[in-house]
């Protein structure tokens, strides 16, 4: 484990959770902490399991066995308090884009609790930070790709959650957006929010504090990037990602 988080609080806690499907073993007795405003990465080629972990830990899916702690709260018995204590994000992005941009604001915000004058100082806040206040009546259909993904991502740390899950939220844009895209993580983890991210560009995993990679259901490498290219004699994490990926014997499901 990293130096800089040898000393923070446990915000996912995960131990040998499975999840099987008849005699499929989708997630296969997975175990691993994750840490207050750390960046996780979470790997794995398709089929690998990763999706189903992901849905495990943010309590829509119900484990076969074993158990996940998230924000301190147990994903089977208390997953109204987990649901409402992170955030998530898609590819796709999660946002109504029939509505204004400030209109999401508003609707999230609701969704989890937060009373008016909370919604209308921070709605303020975060559209100045992004520059969007020209946008702020633009109805979301009418953002370039860019900025959906960067007010996607706003609005689902909007209600300041322990963790944010981002599902593979990168994908389709360009290399210089995924960089800006990626300051406002770093942003948010020094704000300490925790962020668990699945990608398939490799250089975005070395952003990354910590990566695991899931091959057939398991957690076959755990460690900074900087660690696990060394592990793996290679010179980026695309090289430790092959030389795991190699020895799957799943095909995509």
């Known amino acids: 484990m990293s130096k800089r988080f040898s000393d923070r609080e446990k915000v996912i806690e995960v131990s040998e959770l499975t999840k099987k499907f008849g005699n499929f073993t989708a997630v296969d007795n997975?175990?691993?902490d994750v840490y207050k405003g750390e960046i996780f990465g979470f790997l794995g080629a398709n089929g690998a399991g990763k999706t189903t972990a992901m849905r495990m830990l943010c309590a829509l899916s119900i484990p076969t066995s074993g158990k996940a702690l998230v924000a301190n709260f147990d994903t089977m018995r208390e997953s109204d308090k987990v649901k409402s204590n992170i955030g998530y994000m898609s590819q796709k992005f999660s946002l109504y884009e029939d509505l204004k941009v400030w209109e999401n604001f508003r609707l999230?915000?609701?969704?989890?609790?937060?009373?008016?004058?909370?919604?209308a100082e921070k709605s303020n806040l975060m559209l100045d930070e992004l520059g969007f206040m020209s946008e702020k009546?633009?109805?979301v259909k009418s953002l370039p790709l860019g900025w959906k993904q960067k007010l996607a991502f706003s609005v689902a740390i909007f209600h300041k959650p322990k963790v944010v899950f981002l599902d593979e939220p990168t994908g389709g844009v360009d290399p210089a957006t995924r960089r800006q895209f990626w300051e406002l993580i770093y942003k948010a983890a020094h704000e300490g929010i925790t962020v668990f991210v699945t990608t398939h560009y490799m250089d975005e995993a070395e952003y990354c504090d910590r990566v695991s990679i899931m091959v057939d259901g398991r957690i076959d490498a755990l460690d900074t990037p900087h660690n696990l290219k060394k592990k793996f004699n290679v010179d980026g994490m695309e090289g430790v990602f092959l030389k795991l990926a190699r020895g799957a014997n799943r095909k995509e499901i």
Do not use: A
């Open 30 to 32: 997975i175990t691993f």
């Open 108 to 119: 999230f915000g609701g969704i989890y609790g937060m009373n008016d004058r909370e919604i």
């Open 137 to 139: 009546e633009t109805l």
